[in-house]
């Protein structure tokens, strides 16, 4: 058990740094466009994923973007999630999903704590 947990430890560094590398190319496509994307292909990803949700790393987690366009003075916003579809990582209890949102806050479920150390 002890080893199985380790192995999903890992996998979970697969999600966070998806999740932190789609961050960093929003980041980037807002400071030319001066708006965010829910499109993989403006963010580099190319025609691989043409949509999202995109499987991301070894197949273990699907990130998807939820995109909000700015309104008025209001500006766009991101919240990008990686949830775990193979069926090993899905038994990872202690962290079922990651989330990113513009604004950096790093959130999970069950505990962030963990999740994001």
Not at 86 to 94: F, M, N, R
Not at 102 to 107: A, E, K, L, S
């Amino acid at each position: 058990p002890t080893y199985i947990n380790e192995v999903r430890k890992s996998r979970r560094t697969e999600a966070k740094t998806a999740l932190l590398d789609l961050a960093g190319r929003e980041e980037r496509f807002y400071n030319t466009n001066n708006t965010y994307s829910s499109t993989p292909s403006d963010l580099g990803y190319g025609a691989v994923a043409a949509a999202f949700p995109m499987t991301v790393g070894s197949g273990y987690y699907r990130v998807n973007v939820a995109f909000t366009a700015a309104v008025g003075a209001v500006p766009g916003t991101y919240t990008i999630t990686a949830v775990p579809i193979s069926v090993d990582q899905i038994k990872d209890a202690q962290c079922q999903q990651f989330q990113l949102t513009n604004t950096g806050v790093q959130t999970s479920t069950p505990n962030t704590t963990a999740c994001w150390q």
